[in-house]
C-alpha cells in the first residue's frame, strides 16, 4: 500500500543544535502531520499542515519548532534548538483529504537529545 | 486532560479468545473512530475504523462497536492470534476546524500460544 517514509530512522544530536527531520509523503496526498510520541505514552498531535500552510497547532508545538515543504518535496520538522525534552519518536503521516480517509503514518524518526 | 481515553492499558488472552479493548470519548465534535496497530518499530497502520452514524463496523475478525449516547466503543479481536500482538491505539477525529485526530494512550495486547 502507500508509504511515508521518514528519514533518518534514527538521530542523536546535541541539545541547543539544529534538526531536521524529513518526511516523504504518499505522492498524491495534499495533507500532512507530525506527531510525537514519547516512549510508551501516547502519540500526541503536533501540526498539520495543507497547502503550504500550517492549519493547526498543538501546545507543544514550540516556538522552536517548524513545519515547512519547499517545492513539493520532503516535508520537513526542524527544531532549533533542540532540548532535552524534545527526545521522543516523531511521526509523520499524509492523507489524499481531510474527510472520511486514511490516514497513512510513517515508522517514525527516534531523536535523541543529549 | 485525555480527550480519548482507552481501557486497559495493556491486556493478556490466550489464543483463540476474544479480546476486547475499550476506548471512550468527551468530544462531541468526534465523528470518526480509526482503531490503529502498532507493532515495535513500525508506525501506526489503519485496522478498522467507524462512523459515529453507525453502531457496528466488521472487518474478518475486528469488530468495533460504538455507542454514541455514552460516547464509548470497544474493539473486539475474536479468535485472537499471536501475530494479534501489539499496542492497539484509538483515535478520533475532530470534525470542527482542520480535522485533527486525536489518540487514545494505547492497549498493549499479548496473545499467548
Known amino acids: 500500500g502507500p508509504k511515508v517514509l521518514q528519514i533518518p530512522s534514527h538521530q542523536i544530536i546535541d541539545m541547543g543544535q539544529m534538526v531536521t527531520l524529513n518526511c516523504d509523503p504518499v505522492?498524491?496526498?495534499?495533507?500532512f502531520y507530525w506527531y510525537k510520541q514519547i516512549l510508551g505514552q501516547q502519540m500526541e498531535f503536533l501540526v498539520n499542515?495543507?497547502?503550504?500552510?500550517?492549519?493547526?497547532k498543538s501546545k507543544l508545538f514550540k516556538d522552536q519548532f517548524s513545519v515547512e515543504r519547499p517545492d513539493g518535496s520532503y516535508f520537513t520538522l526542524k527544531i532549533q534548538p533542540t532540548a532535552l525534552e524534545d527526545s521522543a519518536v516523531y511521526f509523520c503521516?499524509?492523507?489524499?483529504?481531510?474527510?472520511?480517509?486514511?490516514?497513512?503514518f510513517g515508522k517514525g524518526t527516534r531523536l535523541t537529545v543529549v | 486532560q485525555q480527550q480519548v481515553r482507552q481501557s486497559p492499558q495493556s491486556l493478556t488472552v490466550w489464543e483463540g479468545e476474544t479480546a476486547i479493548l475499550n476506548c471512550s470519548y468527551e468530544?462531541?465534535?468526534?465523528?470518526?473512530f480509526p482503531w490503529y496497530q502498532q507493532f515495535p518499530g513500525e508506525g501506526p497502520a489503519l485496522l478498522i475504523s467507524?462512523?459515529?452514524?453507525?453502531n457496528k463496523k466488521e472487518d474478518g475478525r475486528f469488530t468495533i462497536f460504538f455507542n454514541k449516547r455514552e460516547k464509548k466503543l470497544s474493539l473486539h479481536i475474536a479468535d485472537s492470534q499471536p501475530g494479534d500482538s501489539a499496542t492497539y491505539f484509538c483515535?478520533?477525529?475532530?470534525?470542527?476546524?482542520?480535522?485533527?485526530?486525536?489518540f487514545g494512550a494505547g492497549t498493549r495486547l499479548k496473545v499467548i500460544a
Open positions: 503521516a499524509s492523507s489524499p483529504d481531510n474527510a472520511n480517509t486514511e490516514v497513512f
Open positions: 467507524i462512523l459515529s452514524v453507525s
Open positions: 499542515f495543507y497547502n503550504g500552510k500550517v492549519m493547526e
Open positions: 468530544n462531541s465534535a468526534f465523528d470518526y
Open positions: 505522492s498524491n496526498h495534499l495533507y
Open positions: 483515535a478520533a477525529r475532530d470534525n470542527t476546524g482542520n480535522y485533527k485526530y486525536v
